[in-house]
């Protein structure tokens, strides 16, 4: 797995970060009397590096290396969190460096608990330098959560996306409206193929079950551990198909989890690189999908999820980062070509099958947890028309 490490501020990378509540003894008297309990935000304690004990909560970014150095993926040891205010946070200088101590490793260590990035915490201990940084050390208590500390990524209701992420794109249209979505979207955190599953795990969890993940196709709930290649197991389905572009599994477009989904491995082979359309023969082990020749029809219940997917993709991958040049077009003939259809149907499936809950849980996870970016047009369908007409 590739190391990241964060050197300086660049938006939008996902880097948990950790919310922070100090609570620090203020004397009063000579006597050392304590005064009621003062709360800090992660910049506060950051400037009150003064040996006093303190409790912080807030989210974990990654593993601290070295003074200006955090990494977010290949994790090498359990022995300290970087924590911040603000879950986007990329600057190593607003960061707090918790250490974290033989007894309570096995619970907060990143190498042991990867999935802990993006969790909120709260620990007490000493505010003191950490590899030459801000920091907090020898922990006394650790726990997951924050107590009534909010988080700073709010959920979304409806299509309500959080303030501000699409203030660059308020009141444009057409070709304007696109590119500044895509302006918005391409900042994300690139994750590994080897990622994707920790992060179906969680993006895809079955709402009644959270032992398991619901299949996109499907709809079928399955074990979170019966991913794997196996017949009836779970894989990684592509929904705008890998070889329509040839990217592959590297990080970048065959990473995309916004586009990924647990799917059974053999109607995941079936779907093959078919574009979407209407019609076929059903598909038996995927009840409401049917399949023909050059093209898949997912089931009524996640035909618009599967449009924005797309669509998505489409506004994301613009051919200016080295990838290819993504588009949909009215075709189910694209082959290899950075191309996939049928448009006109996936714009029908979008109005026809709005947003639920499901999908809508979706994206915020994967904003919050996993890439810091959104699909734009789960939090607003309408954008679709006005892109593509």
């Known amino acids: 797995m590739n190391m990241k490490s964060v050197t300086r501020s660049r938006p939008g990378r996902l880097i ?68 911040a205010d603000q879950a986007t946070e990329t600057s190593t200088g607003r960061m707090l460096y918790v250490q974290v101590t033989a007894a309570w490793r096995s619970t907060f260590g990143l190498l042991t608990n990867p999935s802990l990035r993006g969790r909120q915490v709260t620990a007490t201990g000493t505010l003191t330098a950490y590899f030459s940084h801000g ?22 209701t409806g299509t309500t996306s959080p303030s501000g992420y699409y203030a660059a794109a308020t009141g444009k249209t057409g070709p304007a409206l696109r590119t500044a979505l895509h302006t918005i979207i391409r900042t994300q955190t690139k994750l590994t193929y080897d990622q994707v599953w920790d992060a179906l795990k969680d993006t895809d969890q079955d709402p009644a079950n959270p032992a398991n993940v619901i299949l996109l196709y499907s709809g079928r709930s399955q074990s979170k551990t019966s991913n794997g290649g196996g017949v009836n197991d779970w894989n990684r389905e592509h929904v705008w198909a890998k070889s329509h572009g040839d990217f592959g599994t590297a990080t970048g477009p065959g990473t995309d989890v916004h586009h990924l989904r647990p799917e059974d491995v053999s109607v995941n082979s079936l779907r093959g690189n078919k574009d979407f359309d209407a019609g076929g023969g059903a598909v038996a082990e995927a009840p409401g999908c049917y399949t023909d020749a050059d093209s898949f029809e997912p089931r009524n219940a996640v035909k618009g999820d599967v449009a924005r997917m797309i669509l998505y993709m489409a506004i ?17 003939a694209n082959g290899t070509a950075p191309r996939l259809g049928r448009l006109s149907k996936l714009l029908t499936w979008n109005e026809q099958d709005p947003p639920d809950a499901f999908e809508q849980r979706r994206n915020q996870r994967i904003y919050e947890r996993w890439q810091g970016n959104r699909n734009p047009f789960v939090d607003h369908p309408e954008w679709a028309r006005s892109i593509w007409g």
Do not use: C, H
């Open 135 to 156: 920091g907090l050390k020898d922990p006394s208590a650790m726990s997951l959560g924050g107590g009534t500390t909010p988080s700073p990524t709010p959920t979304p």
């Open 316 to 332: 994301r991958y613009e051919g200016d980062d080295g990838w290819p040049d993504l588009e949909p077009n009215d075709s189910v």
């Open 16 to 83: 948990a970060a950790v919310v922070l509540t100090v609570t620090v003894a203020t004397p009063l008297t000579v006597t050392g009397a304590a005064s009621a309990a003062t709360t800090l935000t992660v910049t506060q304690a950051l400037a009150a590096q003064d040996g006093r004990a303190a409790t912080v909560t807030g989210y974990v970014i990654g593993q601290p290396t070295a003074t200006n150095t955090v990494v977010t993926s290949g994790f090498t040891a359990d022995t300290a969190i970087a924590i």
